[in-house]
């Protein structure tokens, strides 16, 4: 079995109001490579006329963004153009590669209407030589993402990487995997991560035991790259953001909405926004 370093529990961050987590990075565990930032929004429910999600035009470089919407919406709009509202159940895919401004609100029928509202964005890395490649973005509904069955009671919504041979929602510039798993109470599974494969294992709700290890909602669990034999018996019915990625071992430096290799590199990203090159 992969052998599990420790469970991780997200830190109670709320931005305004609403109710956020915070997962990585952390005090403890400052990235998973290629991973590198999970934040958790909710589970809330808003009242009808409200102000909804506060994250306005904003830039990005070097990265991507992955944002899963549980329940609620997203309004998406970026200096490139696109633009989208995806509903509960979807999923954003983000390449913010060379420079992009992008706003993740509300959408006007939810500020209007309320309800409820679990949203995930989850930061990846991207490796030195597609940092500048040029921005994409796609997003796509619940009903456009193929779900896969990996065992009695055990769903895979196929995001990134292979899945039975399914082929997944998102083509991706780096080599990771990623789903969404819903597992029903009782219901077990097996899977095999090679072990130079770093592995990203959020528990989003529920509880379960993974490799004979206790996990609960709003705990992530780092394991050590010994072993390959995941086992997951389900406690409660639960929801898992899984994935892996074979790390890049590369130099990297964080700043603000900015990854990069290098401090010069961070340095030029904020003089290139400052100067109206990011967009397009």
Not at 142 to 149: G, L, R
Not at 237 to 243: A, E, Q, T, V
Request: charged content about 20%; some cysteine; proline content about 6%.
């Amino acid at each position: 079995m992969r052998k599990i370093k420790t469970l991780h529990k997200a830190r109670y961050t709320p931005i305004a109001d609403l109710v956020t987590y915070n997962v990585l990075p952390s005090p403890s565990l400052p990235q998973i490579d290629p991973f590198l930032f999970l934040n958790h929004h909710g589970p809330q429910v808003y009242k009808p006329n409200n102000n909804g999600l506060p994250f306005g035009p904003h830039p990005h470089r070097g990265m991507e963004t992955v944002t899963f919407i549980i329940e609620g919406d997203i309004m998406h709009q970026d200096s490139a153009g696109h633009e989208s509202v995806i509903e509960a159940g979807g999923v954003q895919w983000m390449t913010a590669g060379r420079g992009l401004i992008h706003a993740e609100v509300s959408s006007t029928k939810f500020k209007k209407e309320g309800g409820p509202l679990e949203i995930l964005q989850l930061w990846l890395n991207l490796p030195a030589k597609h940092k500048m490649t040029a921005p994409q973005y796609t997003g796509l509904q619940k009903n456009e993402i193929p779900m896969v069955q990996l065992a009695d009671g055990v769903e895979a919504q196929c995001i990134a990487g292979g899945w039975q041979q399914q082929k997944p929602a998102f083509e991706t510039i780096s080599d990771v995997t990623i789903a969404t798993l819903y597992l029903k109470k009782g219901s077990s599974l097996s899977l095999k991560v090679a072990a130079e494969r770093n592995i990203f294992f959020y528990m989003i709700r529920g509880e379960v035991m993974v490799n004979e290890i206790k996990a609960s909602m709003l705990h992530l669990v780092e394991f050590t790259n010994q072993g390959e034999d995941l086992v997951i018996e389900t406690l409660s019915d639960s929801i898992i953001l899984f994935g892996h990625a074979v790390p890049f071992n590369e130099p990297m430096v964080a700043h603000g909405p900015f990854v990069m290799n290098t401090m010069e590199e961070i340095q030029q990203a904020y003089a290139d926004y400052q100067a109206g090159k990011f967009g397009n």
